[in-house]
């Protein structure tokens, strides 16, 4: 096990201006990001701050910094990549092959978007 620091902060930048700091024990720098997500009750698409973890040397850190995503896009981001992510792998390649061929990505498409694409690549 080791030690790590966790604090949670602003999401434009990393300053320790929301909390003191958290010592953690954990195995990985990734276990102790979940228990300190834990600890302060962050919810990734309703949360107003981040949650930001370095191990005891300063040597790892996961610094969570970033551009503010309203809640309801973030929430629809991710739920066309679940849906994508959970079509068959042909079914993937035909919609990805559709939108490459059309100068476009599905990325940027709502998950009704590849819904409706999906329903017509698989009628044809």
Not at 11 to 33: G, L
Not at 42 to 71: A, K, R
Not at 83 to 93: G, I, K, S
Request: glycine residues 4%; aromatic residues 14%.
């Amino acid at each position: 096990m080791e030690t790590f620091w966790s604090w949670k902060h602003h999401k434009s930048n990393t300053d320790k201006d929301c909390s003191t700091y958290k010592k953690i024990r954990a195995n990985s720098i990734e276990e102790a990001q979940e228990k300190a997500e834990k600890h302060y009750k962050y919810d990734f698409f309703h949360s107003t701050f981040s949650v930001s973890t370095i191990n005891h040397d300063g040597s790892q850190g996961l610094l969570n910094t970033g551009p503010s995503i309203p809640p309801e896009e973030q929430k629809k981001a991710y739920e066309t990549y679940d849906y994508f992510h959970d079509l068959p792998e042909y079914m993937q390649r035909l919609i990805y092959n559709y939108y490459r061929n059309n100068n476009s990505d599905w990325k940027d498409k709502s998950k009704e978007e590849l819904q409706a694409i999906a329903g017509e690549l698989s009628n044809v």
